[in-house]
């Protein structure tokens, strides 16, 4: 139930994020859902393609076009508020790249993988939306930019895989990680912090 709970929590999290940059490029309300939908589903389908989950959940159950429609409620009704927010969809990201990352882990381990793939699949189902997303509206991904992204999965996947092993409640080890995800990505936002190319 707690997995549920979380992958639910998070793809409401980036269907907001995909809605507010439909509305930063001016796009109405068809635009902003589409762009919801996409953000919230596409980690999800590409790992569920990839382990042989098919067809994936979005075609097995309608909640996630609840939830885009649910986020592009969000972004218009809070649009005032958002457009304050510097670097809105970044931050509102970060909280979505947290939730999933141990999402993407835990159906990839349930699936039987080594560890490895399992942290593998983690990252790509925390950013393949939001790859999307920005494709989309015409912008370089963030996961391909100098910015502290795709890193910050890793940390907290190679952090839950690590707590895994002292037995710790499977709430305390989610929330640890989750919030490791969060916290780096939103002090790499704050700080301007980037990925050195050496």
Not at 81 to 92: D, E, G, L, Q, T
Not at 149 to 170: K, P, V
């Amino acid at each position: 139930m707690i997995h549920y709970v979380w992958e639910t929590v998070g793809t409401l999290v980036f269907c907001v994020s995909g809605a507010i940059a439909a509305r930063e490029k001016e796009m109405d309300w068809f635009g902003m859902f589409v762009m919801a939908f996409v953000t919230g589903a596409g980690g999800g389908l590409l790992r569920s393609v990839l382990i042989g989950d098919v067809p994936p959940q979005f075609l097995k159950n309608p909640m996630t076009f609840g939830l885009a429609a649910g986020g592009t409620v969000i972004a218009l009704a809070g649009s005032e508020w958002w457009r304050k927010m510097r670097r809105a969809v970044s931050v509102v990201d970060a909280l979505g790249l947290g939730l999933f990352t141990v999402t993407g882990i835990r159906i990839s381990q349930a699936h039987g993988l080594p560890w490895w793939a399992c942290l593998a699949l983690g990252v790509i189902s925390a950013t393949f939306g939001g790859l999307l997303r920005d494709v989309l509206r015409n912008e370089i991904p963030l996961v391909l930019r100098k910015e502290i992204y795709a890193t910050a999965c890793i940390i907290g996947g190679l952090a839950l895989l690590g707590l895994d092993r002292l037995g710790l409640h499977e709430g305390v080890v989610l929330g640890i990680t989750s919030t490791l995800v969060v916290v780096i990505r939103l002090l790499a936002i704050r700080y301007a912090i980037h990925q050195s190319t050496g």
